[in-house]
């Protein structure tokens, strides 16, 4: 299996490049920067250089071609602006999305975000004052929920996975799934787990959840869930 990583240079995408590689797949991280291709190798990776930001959907399908699955693992980052909560964590989702299906990608995961969708519409609307927390913070929810929205409406097998307050804690493999849960925390081990289960196994195709730590096994929890 050949699994396609948008952001491959973040913490969750590394151990996910870490968790596939160790399990036989191929896997390839988009990144933006060619010098953390370094780090990408190091977690079982190739790296292949492109800038979503600036990259046309046609040009991106072609880096796709023969890809089993691509994850959307990418945003802007906790310091940039509100500009880029949209040209990133909504817009690169979505080019992806129209990539993977020029592409012929039939299996799409991202990893969002738990309690986007009740956005503040006023205090989103750009342009908006990046020194103003909560107003980059509104922009951030919207930019996660409409690109869960434009997933939702694809054909293809997406998994739309919404994570509680992400830690660096290891991973404990049991967790708590729902259409909502209660806020609460999750290491980043563990949605990586989440997200290499999901494909490995086929499991929560075309499902939404949001995430926590909990009691039950991630391929137990996961191969129940119908939200």
């Known amino acids: 299996m050949t699994v396609i ?40 990776a190739k790296a292949l250089v492109l800038d979503l930001e600036s990259i046309d959907a046609d040009t991106l399908a072609k880096h796709l071609q ?20 949209m040209t990133v964590d909504r817009d690169g989702a979505i080019l992806l999305a129209d990539a993977a299906e020029k592409a012929g990608v039939d299996r799409y995961v991202i990893i969002s975000a738990m ?15 990046d020194n103003d927390d909560a107003a980059v913070w509104e922009v951030y929810r919207r930019a996660k929920s409409e690109a869960d929205a ?3 409406s694809r054909d293809f097998d997406w998994t739309i996975v919404r994570p509680g307050a992400l830690t660096d804690d290891a991973g404990t493999g049991q967790i708590t799934t729902g259409a909502t849960v209660d806020r609460g925390e999750i290491p980043r081990a563990d949605v990586a787990e989440i997200v290499a289960t999901a494909i490995l196994e086929g499991t929560a195709v075309r499902t939404q959840f949001e995430v926590i730590s909990g009691e039950t096994p991630i391929s137990d929890a996961l191969a129940e869930i119908k939200y």
């Open 5 to 44: 990583i948008a952001g491959g240079h973040g913490k969750i995408a590394q151990l996910l490049e870490r968790r596939l590689a160790d399990a036989g797949q191929e896997v390839v991280g988009i990144i933006r920067n060619p010098d953390h291709a370094a780090d990408l190798e190091k977690a079982g």
């Open 150 to 152: 434009d997933i939702r």
């Open 66 to 85: 023969g890809a089993d699955a691509v994850v959307f693992a990418a945003g802007g980052g906790a310091k940039s602006g509100a500009e880029r909560k």
């Open 115 to 129: 309690s986007v969708d009740g956005f503040d519409v006023e205090k989103s609307t750009l342009p908006v004052d």
